[in-house]
């Protein structure tokens, strides 16, 4: 299986916070997963603990690398910028970061949030994200128990894969 790719200065185990949360689930496929993940707009629809996001620059609402765009999550009012964005295809599996930051001085807490989707043997797609963290705000976080990030994630995860069952039964 595929691993995300990590900026310097985010690999895990030397932020302040690290989450994963990985579903691997039968009877889909990444292009099933794709367009609600990549369509940002369409995140508040699968996900409660996503808003008002909205793209600068006129562009959206398919993230892309260097897209700038805002939402709210967490409490936290995200400014962010596309990373990485790469389709799934071909046995290749699709790929998505950005870098998110809100808050300045000790209030500020910067994250990476890379998702991965692929494929896999027997009518499987593994959706994995995860994302780490640094600041003060990212230290509370990982002390919080039960921990907000690790649940809130899995609820995008829950709800993600929820919606494209209710979009393939529509078809």
């Not at 797609?125 to 640094?134: F, G, N, S, Y």
Request: glycine share 10%; with cysteine; net charge negative.
């Amino acid at each position: 299986m595929n691993e995300i790719f990590w900026p310097e200065g985010f690999l895990p185990g030397f932020t302040e916070n690290f989450v994963s949360n990985e579903m691997i689930v039968a009877g889909m496929n990444a292009a099933d997963i794709w367009p609600l993940l990549s369509t940002a707009t369409l995140w508040p629809t699968y996900y409660a603990n996503s808003a008002n996001i909205r793209f600068h620059n006129a562009q959206g609402p398919q993230l892309e690398v260097g897209a700038r765009f805002y939402f709210e999550t967490f409490g936290f009012p995200v400014e962010a910028k596309c990373t990485e964005y790469v389709q799934p295809m071909d046995g290749q599996p699709g790929r998505v970061a950005w870098h998110g930051w809100a808050g300045e001085g000790e209030t500020r807490i910067d994250v990476h949030h890379a998702w991965l989707i692929e494929d896999l043997s027997d009518g499987r797609v593994r959706i994995l994200t995860q994302e780490t963290q640094k600041g003060l705000p990212a230290q509370d976080l990982a002390r919080a128990k039960p921990n907000p990030m690790i649940n809130g994630h899995q609820d995008w995860l829950d709800g993600m894969v929820g919606a494209a069952r209710q979009a393939s039964e529509r078809r």
